[in-house]
Nanobody
Framework: VQLQASGGGSVQAGDSLRLSCTASGGTFRNYYMGWFRQAPGKEREFVATITRGGSSAYYADSVKGRFTCSRDNGKKIVYLQMNNLKPEDTAVYYC??????????????????WGQGTLVTVSS
């Protein structure tokens, strides 16, 4: 499956952005989908994951209550709605697809396919 992330940009603290990740090829509904981010000089870290049917999503503590992950299996798109953005949210955001199990979806290694990343810059 090929993944294309979009929606990044430069915003002020407190603003919102919605990232999208469009899939092509493969059977989208068979994948857990995840969002990760990588800030300059730091390792890539888990942000959110959503189950195959979209009924449940799980978040890193740092974004819980501010970010919402959703998906539209008919359109093959996964979204990351980011509200109340903070400067520490500045990073390249990546979407990824996993054929693994739910318990491993916070682990980068469980993801089989990655998008190219979209940059989010939050200024104070």
């Amino acid at each position: 499956v090929q993944l294309q992330a979009s929606g990044g940009g430069s915003v002020q603290a407190g603003d919102s952005l919605r990232l999208s990740c469009t899939a092509s090829g493969g059977t989208f509904r068979n994948y857990y989908m995840g969002w990760f981010r990588q800030a300059p000089g730091k390792e890539r870290e888990f942000v959110a994951t959503i189950t195959r049917g979209g009924s449940s999503a799980y978040y890193a503590d740092s974004v819980k209550g501010r970010f919402t992950c959703s998906r539209d299996n008919g359109k093959k798109i996964v979204y990351l709605q980011m509200n109340n953005l903070k400067p520490e949210d500045t990073a390249v955001y990546y979407c990824a697809a996993s054929t693994g199990v739910l318990s491993s979806t916070q682990d980068l290694d469980s993801y089989n396919y990655w998008g190219q990343g979209t940059l989010v810059t939050v200024s104070s």
